[in-house]
Structures are given as C-alpha cells and as structure tokens.
C-alpha cells in the first residue's frame, strides 16, 4: 500500500487551498478599500458553498472508480455522504441566488463555513481511501 501522505499534500495544496485563492483576494480588496471584514463579508453571499462543492466533487472523483476491492462498503457510504453534502451545498447555493438579497449574510455565512468543514473533512476522507 502506497502513502497516503503525498497524495492529501498534493489535495490540500491544489484544491483545497487553491480554492480559497478567490475569498483571498476579497479580502485584500476589503482591505484595500478600508470596509470591515469578516465572515459575513468575505462569505456572506454563499461563497463557501461553491467552494465546498468543488472541493466534495474532487475528492469523490478521486476515489470513484475503485481501485481496490477493499472496504468497499465504507467507501460507498463515504461517497453518498459527500455527494449529498455536494448537492446540498449546490441547491443551498440556489437558493440563496434566487433571494436577490432577502437573505441573511450572518446565516449564510456560518450555514456555508459548516457545510465547507464538514465538506472538506470528507473529501479529505475520499482521497485517503482512494489509496486503499
């Protein structure tokens, strides 16, 4: 069995903070123009949920298909778990486009960092499976 350690380095730095690459810059740009920063801010409008999408999706890519016979069972529970948080976080993200500003950015932003933990944390799962 290979090391897992090389690949989630390889995960964390070209996906998941490559990512956060976008809320960077809105930060820098807050900054630039003096406006308060924050979670609700950088986040508020449902950022994090694009992110967590894209971060849930490659993470399921790189453990679908099997390379293994091994543990399939928790890895086809790992993938319905992501998946669902993938297509929560994307309807969830719908629906706040659709608000047209009816909603609150305090909510969203901390429904949206949930989501992207939870998110990450499983994605992070589905590559250190994939090389089991």
Do not use: N, Q
């Not at 123009?33 to 999408?53: N, Q």
């Not at 047209?100 to 589905?126: E, K, Q, R």
């Amino acid at each position: 069995m290979k090391s897992i350690l090389p690949k989630l380095s390889r995960w964390l730095g070209f996906t998941v903070l490559i990512a956060f690459a976008p809320l960077f810059v809105t930060l820098l740009g807050l900054r630039a123009y003096s406006r308060p920063f924050g979670l609700k801010s950088i986040a508020g409008h449902g950022e994090l949920l694009l992110i967590a999408t894209a971060i849930g999706a490659a993470g399921i890519g790189e453990l679908v298909p099997f390379k293994t016979k091994r543990w399939v069972a928790p890895k086809i529970l790992l993938i319905a778990v992501t998946l669902v948080l993938v297509v929560v976080s994307s309807m969830y993200f719908a629906l706040i486009s659709l608000g047209a500003g009816g909603t609150d950015p305090s909510v969203v932003s901390f429904d949206s960092l949930l989501i992207l933990m939870f998110t990450i944390l499983l994605s992070g799962g589905c590559v250190g499976l994939s090389e089991v």
